[in-house]
Antibody, heavy 115, light 112 residues
């Protein structure tokens, strides 16, 4: 059974940093591209970053470009999102999802940016 | 960016009746690899989204066959047959043909 488990969400002050992690199991992690998708409270869905299976292709949404860095460790079946210079508008639940078809989603981790 | 426009945004449905949600993209979703990366997701209240259908019409294993997807190019439809209480939630279309992947605004399905 496929599992994606996010962690690392927290309350952080504006300008601060956080590192999110996603532990994957139940499938061959190194075969799939992965995404980070976020959902602000009461709002819709926004895909903030994508990384291909070998990390050769990386995309960022304009809203996070230059502040967030996606990475993965295929040996550890893990996906990461380093978030710097956080803003109030980054407050959201962050989900990791598998592939372009977003077949599998984690339960999400809440990031709150507030003073 | 490709804009995904869903209609209606709210769909009150009588139990046992069907519902239909339309999703229109601002550009063709046919990828150069021949696939059309159009998915439908369900988000029940207080839960993360879950995938129902991918590549227009492929139901994920375990998804009831009451859910069906159709369409091509820029126009897509999700149909829910015999709506039950467990179908209440927000439904999103999503394209992953061109970065950034983008979502529709969501359609709230509720029971009348």
């Amino acid at each position: 059974e496929v599992h994606l488990v996010e962690s690392g969400g927290d309350l952080v002050q504006p300008g601060g940093s956080l590192r999110l992690s996603c532990a994957a199991s139940g499938f061959t992690f190194s075969n799939y591209g992965m995404n980070w998708v976020r959902q602000a409270p009461g709002k819709g869905l926004e895909c903030v970053s994508y990384i291909s299976s070998s990390s050769s292709i990386i995309y960022y949404a304009d809203s996070v470009k230059g502040r967030f860095t996606i990475s993965r460790d295929n040996a550890k079946n893990s996906l990461y999102l380093q978030m710097n210079s956080l803003r109030a508008e980054d407050t959201a639940v962050y989900y990791c999802t598998r592939g372009r078809d977003v077949v599998y989603w984690g339960q999400g981790t809440l990031v709150t940016v507030s003073s | 960016d490709i804009v995904m426009t869903q209609t209606p945004l709210s769909s009150p449905v009588t139990l046992g009746q069907s519902a239909s949600i339309s999703c229109r993209s601002s550009q063709s979703l046919v990828h150069s690899d021949g696939n059309t990366y159009l998915s439908w997701l369900q988000q029940r209240p207080g839960q993360p989204p879950t995938l129902l259908i991918y590549k227009i019409s492929n139901r994920l294993s375990g998804v009831p066959d009451r859910f069906s997807g159709s369409g091509a190019g820029t126009d897509f439809t999700l149909k829910i047959g015999r709506v039950g209480g467990e179908d209440v939630g927000i439904y999103y279309c999503m394209q992953a043909t061109q970065w950034p992947w983008t979502f529709g605004q969501g359609t709230k399905v509720e029971i009348k």
